[in-house]
């Protein structure tokens, strides 16, 4: 995050107490109705995910109602929220020890038609007439049960738990900005919430980013309250997200008893954390919605209350405000659910109430997204950036150790209702998968539409339940709920006694015998029995597992240090960010900036113009003068950029436009840090505005020994894509490289300076030697991380050529470069060296 260390850990610790804390309370009322015998210590594990779903719930779809972003509303919404939930607490449960009267019975038995679809049988009635709807005697058992699953915690669970939280924060601390690129498009549409209270574009063009505003709405409230930056805030919620949704999993597994093996599960595959470290925040924080999915739907049908069907129609519409993936997800695993209690229970149910509810909420979200997106991809084709997504891609970042153990586990459990449930979501996952088959079809354009949701899917889709699956099989005193077989009643009698007799080893003998006491009065032939659950497994798998993952982490985070050391790879150079941040136009000053990611100034006043603005979802553009200006300044139009209104120009180093302005004699330097210059346009040109500079870009041929030649990174994103830049550059460890630049009249006899751009990890030293026949000037640096421009200052003579000598030392360390996962790097693993871009030379003027 930025600023010093005191200031990050203050944001860190506010942040976490105003996005959590203003949630608090609808977490406690939520738990309490869908757990209501969940002890301090799971509480502890949900309230980080179910708060902050809460509160991206809120801040979406307040914005979504009102258009607008209005933090003293969006707090007042909060604050009633938070009040209705106490009052709601003050409820107390009533345990009823008294027979039902007539009436009561009636409204039960209505209550069961309505919710269970089916009439209760005779013996039902009896049975709830015998007994009470709810005895001590029954609330003693879920309470023994639940002190039974309390036992069975891992004693270090607390431990895993603070690690999880540990690492998840480590990246606050270790990088200044989020790592990918989407980050910078994040920041910009919080900045904009912030500022103007909407996701309108900014001026001169008009249209609007059509996103899911919950997060850069929370992100918003951070920044407006805690004056953070837009990429903090985007940083801290983010990263809280990920902290929240590790929590929130172990918590839901804890209802089951594999809370602890499931944390380690979810550290076995790096998927859920690549989205996260590449910066797909909504992504990863939509996933928080699947802890109130497995909360509510993955538990015996007995246990189902009517306010879970509630909560979970409203977790639907609070994770759609966040991204579509999570709401997505949410509906594949009501789907299995579906599947399992229709066709894998004793009796076919009909659609229940949480069908009907939450099938109707799906449906309007898909009818409102259909509504306002397939509409502008009618003659957009299905793609499929990173290939098929549910083979080589899902065993590459889920890994084969996880998906080989979720197999296992999946065969060894199959007799049990919830691996049942989680290996069918798993199956429907993956049949989404198969639209990336179709790239390049223009069909339906509702396939294009899940072909850009499900784009990096193997990076969400299947971490989570595959974690789920292998953490019931490496915990040894899980409890599920068997599956239930049909034995026919009339078969032979030492047959019945031996399926009863292994029936018994699962369920009571009152519940045997109540089976078949059902099955005689109802004049069924079948007397339904539950199937065999295997032994758990070993500890030592376990261990092994658990050895594993400390290995991997460790690995993963040695990375991580080693990683935030390359400040080269940012999208944006500190140069930029420096020059972005202080930036101080007049009002109403119009500013072109170049279309990349180095060219989208984040945190720009709303007082001031820009042509450009990052793509981010679907973006609704009604007016864009990008091009036209783009145009004009390639050509010198003056008239033309003066009927855009544009004023000044921002360029990188990263960039292109940056020697072209240079060249141009109506365009003056106003501010230059490492290569992030300010420019500003003058109608009629002047004595400085035409300093004109001369850049000279390096050949292979220019190589000495130790120069590797390797292709630009940045090359394939550059949307300008100007003859200017080289599709490669020279790249030394321990070497030099040599180079010729010719002077013209004006540079002849002149001081000049001579500014070679570079990127390059911090401490490399760089000599750079000025040759002019028998004159020789040189200065060393220190690289100081990322891009940076090393100036020398000196002074030609008469000759017609200047030689500049670039010598390296002190590279060679090696790491692990992430560009070459994902191709626009030449190399995994790399090693610490200098590319060195260009060399420019530019006259000295008073």
């Not at 839901?252 to 470290?277: C, E, I, M």
């Not at 405000?321 to 894998?344: D, E, K, S």
């Not at 300076?753 to 030293?765: F, R, S, T, W």
Request: aromatic share 8%; net charge negative.
């Amino acid at each position: 995050m930025e600023g010093d260390l005191p200031i990050v850990i203050w944001h860190i610790f506010a942040g976490s107490a105003l996005i959590f804390g203003v949630g608090f309370f609808p977490a406690l009322f939520i738990i309490r109705i869908l757990d209501p015998l969940a002890d301090t210590f799971r509480k502890l594990m949900l309230i980080p995910a179910i708060s902050l779903l809460v509160t991206f719930g809120v801040s979406g779809w307040m914005v979504v109602l009102s258009s607008k972003f209005n933090l003293n509303l969006l707090l007042l919404i909060l604050i009633i929220v938070n009040c209705a939930a106490v009052a709601a607490m003050w409820q107390k449960d009533v345990v009823r020890v008294r027979k039902l009267t007539q009436w009561e019975l009636l409204e039960e038995h209505s209550d069961l038609v309505e919710s269970e679809g089916k009439m209760t049988t005779e013996s039902e009635i009896k049975t709830t007439n015998k007994n009470t709807t709810e005895l001590e005697d029954d609330v003693e058992e879920k309470r023994k049960r639940s002190e039974e699953l309390r036992e069975s915690r891992s004693s270090w669970l607390p431990f895993a738990l603070t690690a999880a939280a540990l690492l998840s924060l480590l990246p606050l601390l270790l990088f200044e900005y989020p790592n990918g690129v989407d980050w910078i498009g994040f920041s910009t549409l919080t900045h904009r919430l912030a500022t103007t209270g909407d996701l309108s574009l900014p001026a001169i063009s008009e249209g609007q980013w059509t996103y899911p505003p919950a997060f850069p709405a929370v992100a918003a409230m951070l920044e407006s309250t805690l004056g953070m930056t837009p990429a903090s805030a985007v940083h801290l919620v983010g990263q809280l997200s990920v902290l929240a949704l590790l929590w929130g999993i172990a918590g839901a597994s804890d209802r089951w008893g594999s809370s602890g093996p499931t944390l380690v599960a979810l550290a076995l595959a790096p998927a859920l954390f690549v989205k996260a470290h590449d910066s797909g925040y909504p992504t990863v924080a939509s996933q928080l919605g699947l802890v109130i999915g497995l909360l509510v739907l993955i538990r015996p049908m007995v246990e189902r209350k009517r306010g879970q069907d509630i909560v979970f129609a409203i977790c639907v519409i609070s994770t759609g405000a966040i991204h579509p993936t999570g709401a997505l997800y949410l509906g594949t695993l009501l789907a299995a659910y579906l599947i399992v209690n229709r066709f894998g229970a004793r009796s076919q149910i009909a659609v229940s109430r949480l069908a009907m509810t939450s099938t109707v909420v799906l449906c309007i979200a898909a009818y409102i997204v259909l509504v306002t997106f397939a509409p502008r991809l009618l003659s957009e084709p299905i793609i499929s950036e990173y290939g098929w997504q549910g083979g080589f891609s899902l065993l590459l970042f889920n890994g084969p150790l996880l998906v080989g153990l979720a197999i296992w586990s999946i065969y060894r459990g199959r007799n049990t209702m919830e691996i049942l449930l989680l290996a069918i979501w798993v199956t429907i996952n993956w049949i989404f998968s198969l639209v990336h088959l179709l790239n390049g079809i223009i069909a339906f354009s509702f396939l294009t539409l899940l072909s850009y949701v499900l784009y990096s899917m193997a990076l969400h889709a299947f971490h989570i339940p595959l974690a789920i699956i292998v953490g019931i099989l490496l915990s040894n005193r899980v409890k599920l709920t068997p599956r239930e077989k049909p034995i026919s009643v009339d078969q032979a009698g030492e047959e019945l006694v031996q399926e009863m007799l292994q029936a018994s080893r699962q369920i009571s003998a009152s519940e045997i015998a109540d089976s078949a006491t059902e099955a005689i009065e109802s004049n069924s032939e079948k007397m339904w029995l539950p199937m065999e659950i295997p032994e758990p497994v070993d500890k030592r798998w376990l261990v092994a597992t658990f050895l594993i993952v400390i290995f991997q982490l460790s690995i993963a985070n040695g990375m991580l240090i080693e990683l935030s050391n390359h400040e080269e790879l940012r999208p944006q150079t500190n140069g930029d960010r420096k020059l972005m941040s202080t930036l101080s136009l007049p009002e109403g000053s119009v500013l072109f900036t170049e279309d990349g990611h180095w060219g989208n100034p984040y945190d720009l006043s709303p007082e001031i113009g820009i042509t450009t603005f990052p793509t981010l979802g679907l973006v609704d553009v009604q007016e864009n003068n990008q091009g036209k200006a783009r145009s004009a300044i390639l050509q010198d139009d003056i008239s033309a950029l003066q009927e855009i209104g544009v004023t000044h120009a921002l360029t990188s180093p990263i960039g292109t436009f940056g020697p072209v302005l240079a060249e141009s004699p109506y365009w003056q330097l106003m501010n230059d840090i490492d290569g992030s210059r300010l420019w500003e346009l003058n109608q009629i040109p002047t004595m400085q505005s035409t300093v004109n500079s001369h850049f000279l870009y390096p050949n292979e041929e220019d190589c000495n020994d130790g120069c590797e030649w390797r292709p630009d990174p940045w090359w394939m994103v550059d949307a300008d894509q100007l003859t200017n830049r080289p599709d490669s550059q020279p790249f030394i460890c321990e070497g030099s490289i040599d180079f010729t630049v010719p002077l013209d009249r004006s540079s002849r006899d002149q001081t000049v300076k001579i500014n070679v751009m570079i990127d390059a990890p911090a401490g490399l030293i760089v000599d750079v030697y000025s040759v002019d026949g028998i004159e020789i000037e040189g200065r060393q640096f220190t690289t100081n991380g990322g891009w940076q421009q090393l100036s020398l200052i000196t002074k030609t003579t008469l000759a017609d050529n200047l030689s500049v000598e670039i010598v390296v030392s002190g590279g060679g360390d090696s790491w692990i470069n992430p560009l070459g996962i994902t191709g626009r790097g030449d190399k995994l693993f790399d090693y610490d060296g200098i590319r060195i871009h260009w060399v420019e030379l530019r006259p000295m003027v008073a």
